[in-house]
């Protein structure tokens, strides 16, 4: 050895790769789902994430997930439309305070319009399941795509290194258990798959379920139909609304204010800003025992007899025992007063079977009627819609199943899964805030993390990224004390609990909107395992042959300075107001 030679330590020597450090690995993920959470996928991941290749598969033949399905009489945003609406595209032009489905899934066509996502989605096109291949470091998606002239279906696989979830909580409409419905010979139709052409007017109506979608049809149904039977489990609350107390559910939002807010930018922000607040500075009413969660039981109490009129008989059945917010609140314009109506009973009796006329309940009664509408709500498990199957055989959607291993979907803040590589949920279990703050802002904050994660994979050339067992572990034990603080534990029928009365809460998030959004701002990085491309795999392989593009670039240009900026961090303002330090030196898109 020649001694000025740098000695060897580590036999064999580690092979350096052949390319600057700042050559991205072009990575692939195959998102699932074109509702809100799919389409700002559609957005923000190709801008967040350098070289990503992305697909969209929506089954549906248009985008806007539950805003495109859920087409029932009535439906609405039940949160103002300044709030439900994407943080960075606002719109001055909203038709009304509370948006009707149509306005909402054009607004965000629209919006896929504008940032051209488009070309990422294929519409028609159902994920069958899901498979991981250990060799290829990919999964292996089985997708049937139908045309929607011939009716004909072709399945065919495609492969991504990541799979992306962001199939929604209300997305799978299920109709109920009910003995009987599938030989009832009128017609049966759930709120989420509503057909535009059935017309209620005249007809003798059942309606099951009293969650939003049956408090927001009701008062539709009531005034065309003969009659509405409505029959419910368990009671409700109905609350006075959810942000925006002081705005018109009847009176469209004046031309003239939408002319001033497009005119002047810093009121409509003033405005977004003060209504959108109140949508986070909620949270403390779901603290069991809470001063918030009694004044806003005694408030709805007092509500809700006012609704009912004359009809103080109705009183004692429509008021539930357990505490507001046990299940999500629903503001149900117009709900008390259409049961007050006389061609709308009441029925708390449970049903007992459907019948060749009608239904029965278990008191005997046999109700006729033309047609059985079901607001029952959809599969709200939270365990995945179709297959997933890891490296080892086990399929998450029967492991996350009640009565699987382990019976409950068990995640990494939501978003992943142990023994699920390169796994991503948007939207998926206790991963959004449900009681303070809203959608748009969660959906956005969960994909710009997963943006975090993918171009940590494509910069540092990751195989594979899977968050410890330990860590879920912790998740877990964290989910298992906090919601007992909450009256979420109470003992109600809730999405939030996969409708077991007391049961786990699979849903929202174990704290409040503040709260999620805290915690996803980093991403800890030290609770996931990783494997590397690296042949002999160093972790330190994506380092390359030392240098950077700016580095060769400079090599090979003539003067310097061709258009490569190694000095991105001098920013005129340094010798103006300053520079924000906090940011200072942390943009990763100009290093
Ligand atoms: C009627 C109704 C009203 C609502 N109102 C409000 C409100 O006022 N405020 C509020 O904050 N929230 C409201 N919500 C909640 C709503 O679910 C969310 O706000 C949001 O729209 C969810 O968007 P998403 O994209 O996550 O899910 P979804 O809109 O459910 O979209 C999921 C998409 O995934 C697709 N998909 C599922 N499985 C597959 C598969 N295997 N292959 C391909 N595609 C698949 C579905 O077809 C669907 O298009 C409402 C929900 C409903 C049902
Ligand atoms: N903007 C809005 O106003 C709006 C409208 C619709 C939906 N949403 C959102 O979507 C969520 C889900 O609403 P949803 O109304 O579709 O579903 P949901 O809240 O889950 O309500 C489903 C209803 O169906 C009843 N049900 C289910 N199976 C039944 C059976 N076999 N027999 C009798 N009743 C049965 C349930 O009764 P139990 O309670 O007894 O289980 C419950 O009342 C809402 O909480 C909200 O977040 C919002």
């Known amino acids: 050895m020649s001694p000025t030679a740098i000695p060897k330590s580590i036999n064999p020597p580690l092979i350096l790769e052949d390319h600057p450090v700042d050559e991205r690995l072009s990575i692939k993920a195959i998102v699932v789902g074109a509702g809100i959470t799919g389409i700002n996928a ?25 805003w495109h399905a859920h087409r029932y009489p009535g439906v609405k945003c039940d949160v103002p439309s300044h709030v439900y609406q994407s943080t960075f595209s606002p719109s001055t032009t909203w038709t009304e305070n509370y948006s009707k489905g149509s306005e909402i899934k054009n607004y965000w066509k629209g919006l896929a319009d504008k940032y051209d996502a488009w070309k990422f989605v294929q519409l028609n096109s159902e994920v069958l399941g899901a498979e991981w291949s250990k060799q290829k470091a990919k999964w292996v998606v089985n997708i049937k795509q139908t045309n929607t002239h011939s009716g004909e279906s072709n399945t065919f696989q495609d492969e991504a290194e990541f799979l992306v979830l962001s ?72 609350a006075g609304a959810l942000g925006g107390e002081k705005l018109s559910r009847e009176i469209p ?177 206790n991963s959004g805030s449900g009681f303070a703050g809203t959608v748009p802002h969660t959906v956005e904050t969960q994909i710009t993390y997963i943006a975090k994660v993918l171009r940590k994979v494509s910069s540092q050339r990751i195989r594979t990224i899977v968050p410890s067992k330990s860590a879920i572990l912790d998740f877990r034990a964290y989910c298992e004390s906090f919601f007992p603080q909450t009256v979420l534990s109470e003992g109600c029928s809730s999405w939030y609990n996969n409708h077991i009365k007391g049961g786990r809460i699979v849903a929202v998030w174990p704290g409040s909107g503040a709260h999620v959004n805290y915690i996803r701002q980093e991403v800890r990085w030290e ?51 300053g520079v924000d330090l906090r940011g200072y030196h942390e943009a990763w898109w100009e290093a």
């Open 42 to 66: 559609g957005i923000l991941l190709p801008a967040k994430v350098p070289e990503l290749k992305l697909t969209i598969y929506e089954r549906h033949s248009d985008i806007g997930g539950v």
């Open 167 to 238: 199939t929604g909580r209300f997305s799978s409409p299920r109709l109920p258990d009910i003995l009987g419905l599938d030989d009832f010979p009128g017609r049966v139709m759930h709120t989420g798959a509503w057909d535009p052409e059935f017309d209620p007017t005249g007809k003798r109506l059942a309606l099951i379920g009293n969650g939003a979608s049956g408090l927001q049809i009701l008062p539709e149904l009531q005034k065309v139909a003969a009659h509405v039977d409505h029959y419910t489990r368990n009671p409700t609350w109905v």
């Open 253 to 429: 939002i004046a031309e003239e204010l939408k002319a001033r807010w497009a005119a002047d930018s810093k009121e409509y922000h003033q405005y977004r800003k003060d209504l959108e607040a109140q949508a986070w500075t909620r949270f403390a009413i779901v603290e069991k025992g809470g001063a918030k969660n009694q004044s806003a039981r005694e408030e709805f109490e007092k509500l809700m007899a006012l609704r009912l009129g004359d009809r103080q008989d109705l009183l004692p059945l429509v008021l539930p025992e357990f505490a507001p917010n046990c299940r999500r609140l629903t503001p149900g314009p117009g709900y008390l007063e259409a049961l007050t109506k006389l061609n709308v009973s009441y029925i708390r009796t449970p049903i007992e079977s459907a019948t060749p006329i009608g239904i029965k309940t278990v008191d005997g009664e046999e109700r006729a009627v033309d047609a059985i509408i079901c607001a029952t709500g959809a599969d709200v498990t939270n365990s995945p819609g179709f297959p997933i199957i890891n490296g080892e055989g086990v399929n998450l959607q029967e492991a996350w199943h009640v009565g699987g291993d382990p019976g409950f979907p068990d995640t990494y803040l939501g978003m992943a899964a142990a023994d699920f590589p390169n796994l991503l949920f948007l939207m998926g279990p």
């Open 527 to 577: 609770d996931y395992e990783y494997t590397y491309h690296n042949s002999q795999a160093n972790r330190f392989g994506y380092f390359g042959n030392g240098w950077t593009k700016r580095d060769i670039a400079a090599k090979e240009s003539v003067t310097a300075a061709d258009d490569i900026d190694f000095t991105y961090y001098l920013k005129d303002e340094a010798h103006r107001e």
